[in-house]
């Protein structure tokens, strides 16, 4: 690939900062991820072309190529997949998070609520020993019921944390549910970052396949010039071997001393040697050269291999985006009904179908 600040004949501004037109876009541009080299150099020229003409130019970026492969001057990655993966993957901390926080309260409310349970069992059982103790004896001096009365004040106290206990464990029923949500919501989020890294990779095979394809085309035409090249050398060489012959044979028809004409009919002899291995080096090529016709059908039928897998990327690509538009969508409604209360606590998101 060559590459060009302006095209043949035409100017190249040198800009007003440190490097010229050309250069200071494509600087901008050669970092870019994602970006195929065709598409990194037409982004350059649209830009060159677009200031080029508020000074009234014309610069026009040209470059000549036979490359039809994948390369790409930074990532051939795509930022967009990129960012993605790291969102869900903030997601998956961000609800593993919750979901430890709420386990980890729902824990602590049950066990303090055991522990209430078992307070207000002990002090019952307290308070029935102590009334058994108080109507054996008869006892009722100050000291026994006052210790009563604390026990049963206890006792209230006691219950009423219990109920209160009772009520939080109840609420817990309800964090369970969130619990269940978000992990089912992690489990979403974990198959998501699954299809979109088999779609990378597939994307990716995709892109090696178009290379290697490229690869064995450029081969394929180099060597069919070689061989073309080649035909046409052993062609020409023949005519001008039976050119001489010819010519060489009229000049020994017409001397007629017998000295020189003995070194002419040497010489033709030769010639006729040369021109025999000439004529089967041609036939050799001309064999050669069919090999090339035949290779030339081999490379029509890499084109469109090569158009196929190109386009399968780029389907794939475009399929990705519908599947983020119709989640963008879903996420709009969802929270429209969330508003309006419509919308049942527990649902699944949107997921990106495997490719």
């Not at 000549?64 to 993605?84: D, M, Q, R």
């Not at 817990?172 to 989020?189: C, F, H, P, S, W």
Request: aromatic residues 4%; contains cysteine.
């Amino acid at each position: 690939m060559l590459v060009y600040a302006t095209a043949p004949n035409g100017v190249a501004l040198d800009g007003t900062g440190r490097n010229g037109l050309f250069t200071k876009y494509f600087l901008n541009h050669a970092a870019d991820s994602g970006k195929k080299i065709d598409e990194v150099f037409q982004l350059v020229a649209k830009a060159v072309e677009d200031e080029a003409r508020t000074q009234r130019i014309e610069q026009v970026p040209y470059r000549s190529s036979s490359y039809s492969g994948a390369f790409c001057l930074a990532s051939c990655e795509n930022p967009e997949i990129a960012a993605e993966l790291e969102q869900i993957k903030l997601q998956r901390a961000e609800a593993s998070k919750r979901v430890n926080a709420l386990q980890e309260e729902n824990a602590q409310l049950r066990r303090q609520a055991a522990e209430r349970s078992s307070k207000v069992a002990e002090l019952e059982e307290k308070i029935a020993a102590l009334s058994r103790d108080v109507s054996a004896t008869g006892d009722q001096n100050t000291r026994a019921s006052k210790e009563l009365s604390q026990l049963r004040a206890a006792l209230d106290a006691a219950r009423q944390e219990q109920a209160e206990s009772e009520l939080a464990k109840r609420r817990t029923t309800a964090r369970e549910a969130e619990i269940a949500q978000l992990k089912e919501q992690m489990a979403d989020l974990q198959l998501k970052a699954l299809q979109l890294d088999a779609y990378r990779k597939q994307l990716e095979t995709l892109q090696n396949q178009s290379n290697d394809t490229s690869k064995r085309m450029q081969v394929l035409a180099e060597e069919n010039s070689r061989l073309k090249r080649l035909a046409e050398e052993k062609s020409s060489n023949v005519a001008s071997l039976e050119s001489r012959i010819v010519h060489l044979s009229k000049e020994v028809e017409a001397d007629g001393r017998r000295s020189s004409r003995g070194q002419l009919e040497e010489e033709l002899k030769q010639l006729r040697t040369t021109l025999a291995e000439a004529r089967a080096e041609q036939l050799e090529a001309e064999r050669m050269k069919k090999l090339a016709a035949n290779r030339e059908s081999e490379i029509v039928q890499l084109k469109e291999q090569l158009n196929d897998l190109n386009k399968r990327s780029q389907q794939l690509e475009d399929y990705r985006k519908q599947i983020l538009v119709l989640q963008k969508e879903n996420a709009e409604k969802t929270k429209l009904l969330d508003e309006k209360g419509d919308m049942p606590k527990s649902r699944r998101p949107v997921l990106v179908p495997s490719f």
